[in-house]
């Protein structure tokens, strides 16, 4: 964060920048605190560092920065009740308003981008000029509106590899600071966010810097910046093009259903998330519809079967699932029904690194390759099978190693002619060469259907990936390199399926260790994927409680969403809760809840004894599995909790009742 060695101010926020101003988040105070000012030196008139031009016209000058021009009694006030600490936050005063100021010789404008010089051994500050001004000691002073690095934001130093060296971010932080900070003229372009590299590359000058994001203390938040270039050179993408420039082939397809749209369940459990997203879009009139679902635990995939037979409910982990997806975009565009993808490196962030597939489980080809030389190797030393079966059609598609042969790859289920499905075996691709004509079928049908998902069909990814190598109960993590932990690989995993698919909107969930754990290093790298990406990204701690659930259960959130799409607030709480802590002092800012000078009503906490105190009492020697409850609900929670799913979206029209249904389903993970 941008900051002078002979700043004599503390940086305050400029409400005026952003004109949304987070009106669900107002009051907070700032994270990530600036230093403590230091006094700025004397300064001494001089022809190489002075205000130059006739003053703005007065009356002019007044009307844009009425606060420059008070008397000593308001400016007093305005500083006690203005300031964010005990300090006072004195608001300088003006004689006048300039245009243009002379620092060593160089000329400069309202509007510029420049270096200010930071304390020894680090690198200058940038800032934009917007204001230059003679105090009334007679001392020159401009306005400087800051840029972060990235290393300045929540992705942190550990993390700032994954943004492009060249990229800056727009804060809404100003203060005033002596002229001779200045150091010199920086170029900074802005660029459209969903530009492509060549878009991108043509409008960044010689100076290297560009920037398409702001960043908001406020929920650390990085979001659009709306101008008349940004929607002059951002065109109508449909799929978010990473900085590096390979990844926005011709192979991407945009195939909503104008009455539908997707969702993508990852780490799906039972569906509560999916089903409580889905319930919700509901209530704003978006049809959302769980498509896809994916969670290696078996019995909670066949549960969410049984409640959503309308998802293709997979089976399998994350990775394979991943690999699975890379090779049915590979199949689509040998059957042309999808255009093959222009020849280039795969990268894995704007920084342009190629993809280390060893250590994000991403693999595939190297993996396959290997196995497949090993097979013939085997196939080798024995003898040529004189039978052979003919294959009646082609049933399912999976990457793994079905057959726990150890042989890794793409295997299809077949339907062998002439006998029943007890006979159905999974047969590697390389084993059905002769059947071009059934996998061609398999493979058209399974693209009209939508049996897996391709870049740019998926609307929404929501997913909550395991990280118990941050659990607080493991007690041999790695916090010198959480990501060599394979505890931890699931977020890589998540991270690079969005890559890949390029949904317009991401709700990542995890615990509060995520932020926790070694200074927060996994929950900030996954805001530094989202915006490696170009996705917006908002951060926020919401305790189940606060919404109408009886149980406290803190839990951290990600957003993430497509640049032309609006990034989406996270909902005030509804009830009272009984807190129990676990917000990691260096974020609570992104604790989502009432500011504590707002007054306002909220309904009483729930307890235990709301939820199960109609329940009927249970014996040892209980024999059924289903019971009745045997008397009328006690509490409006257990009248809720008693309505079948149809009977939940007349009530879930009002707003206590949506949050507390969709918090239910939402945050019971």
């Known amino acids: 964060m941008g900051k002078g060695s002979k700043r004599k101010h503390q940086k305050k926020i400029d409400e005026s920048i952003d004109s949304e101003s987070e009106t669900q988040t107002q009051g907070l105070t700032t994270l990530l605190d600036p230093p403590k000012p230091k006094k700025a030196r004397k300064v001494v008139p001089d022809s190489d560092l002075c205000l130059v031009g006739p003053p703005i016209v007065p009356a002019e000058a007044r009307q844009r920065w009425p606060h420059r021009y008070q008397s000593k009694n308001k400016v007093k006030k305005q500083a006690v009740t203005e300031a964010s600490n005990d300090e006072e936050n004195e608001v300088l005063q003006a004689r006048n308003h300039y245009v243009e100021a002379i620092v060593d010789g160089c000329r400069f404008k309202l509007g510029d981008n420049v270096y200010v010089k930071a304390e020894d051994g680090n690198l200058d500050y940038i800032a934009r000029i917007v204001e230059f001004f003679e105090t009334v000691d007679q001392e020159p002073f401009f306005k400087a509106q800051w840029f972060y690095r990235a290393e300045d934001t929540v992705i942190n130093k550990d993390n700032s590899h994954l943004i492009d060296k060249r990229r800056v971010f727009l804060s809404d932080i100003h203060d005033d600071n002596p002229l001779n900070c200045i150091i010199s003229k920086v170029e900074i372009a802005e660029v459209a966010p969903d530009n492509d590299s060549a878009a991108k590359e043509s409008r960044i000058p010689d100076s290297g810097l560009y920037y398409n994001m702001k960043y908001s203390l406020q929920h650390l938040t990085f979001k659009n910046i709306f101008t008349e270039i940004s929607k002059k050179d951002s065109g109508t993408s449909s799929v978010v093009s990473s900085e590096c420039g390979s990844n926005n082939t011709s192979s991407e397809v945009q195939r909503f259903d104008k009455s539908q749209k997707y969702l993508l369940d990852l780490y799906s459990g039972c569906g509560a998330m999916s089903t409580g997203l889905c319930m919700g879009a509901s209530l704003a009139g978006i049809k959302l519809v769980t498509k896809w679902a994916v969670d290696i635990n078996s019995f909670a995939c066949k549960s969410l079967q049984w409640n959503h037979p309308e998802t293709k409910v997979r089976n399998e982990a994350a990775e394979d699932f991943l690999c699975l997806l890379k090779e049915w975009e590979k199949l689509c565009q040998k059957f042309s029904l999808l255009e093959p993808n222009k020849p280039s490196e795969t990268v894995s962030s704007e920084t342009g690194e190629e993809d280390d597939d060893d250590d994000d489980g991403q693999g595939c080809e190297e993996e396959k390759e290997q196995e497949q030389e090993e097979e013939r190797q085997d196939d080798s030393g024995s003898e040529d099978s004189s039978e052979e079966f003919e294959v009646e059609r082609l049933l399912d598609i999976c990457f793994g190693d079905p057959n726990k042969a150890k042989k890794r790859g793409l295997y299809f289920k077949v339907r062998w002619k002439g006998y029943d499905k007890s006979y159905d075996t999974w047969e590697p691709i390389e084993g059905l060469s002769n059947c071009e004509e059934r996998l061609k079928e398999f493979v058209s049908k399974g693209y009209k259907s939508n049996i897996l998902p391709l870049p740019g069909s998926v609307y929404f990814i929501c997913g909550g990936p395991p990280c118990q190598g941050v659990s607080g109960f493991n007690r041999f993590r790695n916090s010198n390199a ?135 009492q249970v014996n040892n020697d209980e024999s059924r599995d289903q019971r009745n409850y045997g008397t009328t609900a006690r509490t409006e929670f257990q009248k809720f909790i008693r309505l079948r799913r149809k009977g939940m979206f007349p009530c879930i029209a009002c707003c206590s009742c949506a949050m507390k249904y969709l918090t239910t389903k939402f945050l019971q993970l």
Not at 556 to 584: M, N
Not at 597 to 609: G, H, M
């Open 482 to 616: 959480p990501l060599e932990d394979v505890k931890n690989k699931q977020l890589v995993v998540y991270m690079d399926t969005i890559e890949h698919l390029k949904p317009r909107y991401v709700l990542m969930e995890n615990v509060v260790d995520i932020l926790k754990f070694a200074k927060g290093f996994l929950g900030r790298y996954a805001v530094g994927r989202l915006v490696s990406m170009n996705y917006q990204a908002r951060m926020g701690m919401m305790a189940a409680g606060s919404y109408g659930v009886p149980q406290f259960r803190m839990r951290v959130f990600l957003w993430g969403s497509h640049p032309s799409e609006k990034l989406p607030q996270y909902p005030l709480p509804t009830h009272e809760v009984f807190s129990r802590g676990g917000v990691p002092n260096e974020f609570e800012e992104i604790h989502v809840t009432y500011d504590k000078k707002d007054s306002c009503q909220l309904e009483s906490a729930l307890t235990l004894a709301d939820a199960i105190s109609d329940l009927p």
